[in-house]
């Protein structure tokens, strides 16, 4: 897999930013992905993907593989 980023959008979805390349990404290998994920957040997690152009480094420079937008107070 090229360029990507995991992004946690609640307890229970996950958003898979992928930059687009040459390489195509078939449903077997996004299926695949998907099982892994739910094998670890649960098995009604709702993994999605996006495919980008590009995915900008956050605003220190870093390129960020993962990041939440869960906020503590939704606990």
């Known amino acids: ?24 990404y078939d449903r077997e290998e996004l299926d ?3 099982n892994k994920t739910r094998a670890v957040m649960g098995k009604d997690c709702q993994v999605d993907f996006e495919f980008v152009e590009d995915i ?3 605003s220190s420079g870093k390129y960020c ?3 939440s ?5 939704s606990t």
């Open 1 to 24: 897999m090229g360029k990507f980023q995991v992004i946690q959008k609640s307890y229970s979805s996950i958003l898979f930013k992928i930059k687009v390349s040459e390489h195509s």
């Open 32 to 34: 695949d992905i998907r």
């Open 69 to 73: 937008e869960v906020s503590l107070s």
């Open 56 to 58: 900008p480094n956050i």
């Open 65 to 67: 593989f993962t990041m």
